[in-house]
């Protein structure tokens, strides 16, 4: 049986963090160079659907594709869905999404929710007092379990 490929991204910060933020392109559907945005992405696990900013939709002339009310921790609100093309570093993810089209609060221009965070392996480490956090598509067979390591130093 041939094995899959897998594409890797880990990202270690000296300090430890509260927020997870790293680089992404976002691309129009259908593509366009001149329709693509670098911006910064949090990663949100309470977050059932990726969203992107007013702004970003306006750079990349994103049509509504439909409407979805969505839940947040404050309310309730009725959003434009947009389909983009998410650009990972190192390509673990280059795909299309729909995503939500909404106020980001983190000073970013877009949240990576579940949606995209299920179709692989995530995993956070905090030793040393700081932060590495590592991700990879598609999951592994195995999977990361700390318990297994309780007795390590």
């Not at 990726?50 to 439909?66: F, G, H, M, Y």
């Not at 947040?72 to 389909?83: A, K, L, N, P």
């Not at 579940?114 to 991700?135: C, E, K, P, V």
């Not at 990879?136 to 007795?151: G, H, L, T």
Request: charged letters at 20%; glycine letters at 4%; hydrophobic letters at 40%.
């Amino acid at each position: 049986m041939a094995s899959s490929k897998h594409a890797t991204l880990s990202y270690y910060f000296e300090n430890k963090q509260d927020r997870l933020i790293i680089p992404v392109q976002i691309h129009s559907v259908p593509f366009n160079s001149m329709l693509s945005v670098s911006i910064n992405a949090l990663w949100d696990t309470g977050a059932m659907m990726s969203a992107i900013t007013l702004e970003t939709r306006d750079k990349l002339k994103a049509p509504s594709v439909d409407r979805k009310t969505i839940a947040g921790i404050h309310s309730s609100q009725e959003v434009d869905i947009v389909s983009i093309m998410l650009e990972m570093p190192n390509s673990v993810v280059k795909k299309i999404f729909k995503v939500a089209v909404c106020n980001i609060t983190s000073n970013t221009g877009m949240i990576i929710g579940m949606d995209i965070i299920s179709l692989g392996d995530f995993a956070l480490s905090n030793g040393n007092n700081q932060t590495l956090f590592s991700f990879a598509v598609p999951p592994y067979k195995d999977k990361i379990d700390f318990s297994k390591r309780q007795n390590d130093s």
